[in-house]
């Protein structure tokens, strides 16, 4: 399967108004933004778990990273609830589920392949930094290395900020919303913009509070292999 596979290409998908999809688990169900591969593939999705489903153990060859969007999600390492941030480098494994069910916005076969570092970060509980280049732009910093830079962003009300994207960029909207050229971005829109991009954004009453990643478009590493 090929979904917004061309990482130089743009792409955006309104996630909440997509239809929910039936994994090969009972009860978890996904809305996909880009995909290579069928089962074992590159992807970026929003997966929901019912309340008392999982995934049988398996291992993350390519890694996995993602964010608890709501609910709390569980596996043998703990229980993550909503605003949690993991890492789960290559060759990592684990028995995913949600006892209370969860939704969380998940990024497979993504990582440099020697990255071994695990990362959990509690979102809730950080502070907030004033973004000195960007007024209006608070930012909470998750994890940043030689090949990326990913944080949450907070963009103030009534706002207009632009980004140069030399090494290309994907946004997700966690709540409220912004404008990018005829398109409204509200929760769950997803925005990927590709190296030597430029973003210009334009929030409304609300603002936004945005997942941002930097830079990782031009050193993503090839999909798996069928």
């Known amino acids: 399967m090929q979904l917004n596979a061309n990482l130089q290409q743009p792409a955006l998908v309104h996630a909440a108004q997509q239809d929910w999809i039936a994994s090969p688990m009972p009860g978890v169900e996904r809305r996909m933004l880009h ?60 028995t995913p589920g949600s006892a209370l069910g969860c939704t969380i916005f998940v990024k ?34 998750l994890y940043k290395d030689a090949r990326e830079d990913v944080r949450i962003e907070e963009w103030a009300p009534q706002s207009v900020l632009e980004l140069a994207l030399p090494k ?32 210009r954004a334009q929030t409304g009453d609300q603002g936004a509070k945005v997942w941002v990643k930097l830079h990782h478009l031009s050193v993503m590493p090839s999909p798996p292999s069928p």
Do not use: C
């Open 35 to 94: 995909r290579f591969g069928d089962e074992v593939a590159q992807a970026t999705t929003i997966v929901r778990y019912a309340p008392g489903s999982h995934f049988s153990a398996h291992t993350h060859t390519g890694g996995e990273e993602f964010l608890v969007l709501d609910g709390v999600f569980q596996d043998e390492n703990g229980d993550y609830p909503a605003g949690t941030y993991i890492r789960n480098p290559p060759e990592s494994r684990h």
């Open 108 to 141: 497979l076969w993504q990582f440099d392949p020697q990255d071994r570092a695990h990362v959990v970060v509690h979102t809730d509980k950080m502070a907030r930094i004033d973004d000195a280049q960007r007024p209006g732009v608070q930012v909470s910093p």
């Open 168 to 199: 290309g960029a994907e946004f997700l909207v966690l709540s409220g919303h912004f404008r990018h050229g005829s398109e409204d971005l509200a929760a769950q829109s997803w925005l990927r913009l590709p190296p030597g991009s430029r973003l």
